[in-house]
């Protein structure tokens, strides 16, 4: 009973926190937040990308990245039109594989990021927001996960995404550094931000 509870009040919160946002997101999801057609639903947002030999500012999603079950819940840069995404929880992976286009399918439970991704950043941003920065070394897990709620970063407060406005997920590598492979290995990486998706309730 305690987790159900514990689940309702964050959801709670969850709601007040977007009618804090609802002047930022667009104009028809505004409109329906102020007479209560949104519901929230639980949501994992996640892109799934070969990053072998990244350098610099390495993009994550781009105009080419498309929603693709097991690889990426992104289309274009953007969440659609009123599907906002409020998240207060981070996991990042890595794998190696033996291929490129395979990022569907290797396995992102190493308990231990490679040094110059762990030396690294993620930012993201929306309209020149900053919506996260954080480094590398908070996220990768240090020791084997207990449970899939391991693997997460706890942000102790509520970030956003606007629906259908561009974003830039990318990581920012240590200067001079390139993320380089294994000999006739890929370096693969996965970020998810766990949390809401708002979407127009159903009469």
Not at 95 to 113: C, I, N, P, R
Not at 138 to 160: I, M, R, T, W
Request: charged share 25%; hydrophobic share 40%; proline share 2%.
């Amino acid at each position: 009973m305690e987790s159900v509870l514990n689940n309702r009040s964050k959801v709670l919160a969850a709601l007040g926190y977007l009618k804090l946002i609802a002047a930022f997101v667009s104009t028809e999801l505004s409109t329906l937040i102020a007479k209560g057609d949104v519901r929230l639903s639980r949501h994992t947002a996640y892109v799934r990308k070969n990053a072998t030999g990244a350098s610099n500012t390495f993009n994550l999603i781009d105009e080419n990245t498309k929603a693709v079950d097991g690889v990426s819940s992104i289309s274009e840069r953007r969440f659609p039109k009123n599907q906002a995404v409020i998240f207060d929880k981070v996991a990042v992976g890595f794998a190696e594989g033996d291929a490129e286009g395979k990022e569907g399918a290797v396995d992102y439970t190493s308990t231990k990021l490679p040094a110059v991704l762990r030396n690294a950043s993620l930012v993201l941003t929306q309209n020149g927001r900053e919506v996260l920065s954080i480094p590398m070394s908070e996220l990768g897990k240090q020791v084997s996960p207990a449970s899939g709620e391991d693997n997460y970063h706890d942000l102790e407060a509520f970030s956003y995404f606007a629906d259908d406005q561009a974003m830039e997920w990318v990581i920012k590598f240590p200067s001079g550094e390139t993320f380089s492979a294994a000999t006739g290995k890929q370096n693969y990486v996965e970020v998810r931000l766990q949390g809401y998706k708002t979407s127009r309730k159903v009469a």
